[in-house]
């Protein structure tokens, strides 16, 4: 098992920059693929990113492509997620989570953080 808590929050401008942290604890970090995932008010959890065990291979959604860097650190047990050229329509809730396959589907992951308020505003 593996808790996550996520951190990094908080206001900015359209065109700002933020990074998110998520702190892991428990076993076996590195055995897990890692995702970051948001939630707008009235809207379903959506996909944002995903990095692979080893953080070789990572994976975005169209709509945060070129804008986010998902990463992580094994050693620290700390993925992060690097948002840069933020838009009003990236305010969410951002949440981390853990799973077992390369997917992006939130169905497939298992932990989750508390989740993150970004809010960006124009």
């Known amino acids: 098992q593996v808790q996550l808590v996520e951190s990094g929050g908080g206001l900015v401008q359209a065109g700002g920059s933020l990074r998110l942290s998520c702190a892991a604890s428990?076993?076996?970090?590195?055995?897990?693929?890692m995702g970051w995932f948001r939630q707008a008010p009235g809207k379903e959890r959506e996909f944002v990113a995903r990095?692979?065990?080893?953080?070789?291979?990572?994976y975005y959604a169209d709509s945060v492509k070129g804008r986010f860097t998902i990463s992580r650190d094994n050693a620290k047990n700390t993925v992060l997620l690097q948002m840069n050229s933020l838009k009003p329509e990236d305010t969410a809730v951002y949440y981390c989570?853990?799973?077992?396959?390369?997917?992006?589907?939130?169905?497939?992951?298992?932990?989750w953080g508390q989740g993150t308020q970004v809010t960006v505003s124009s």
């Open positions: 989570a853990a799973g077992s396959r390369l997917e992006t589907d939130r169905r497939e992951y298992y932990y």
């Open positions: 428990g076993r076996a970090f590195s055995s897990y693929v």
């Open positions: 990095i692979s065990r080893s953080g070789a291979t990572t």
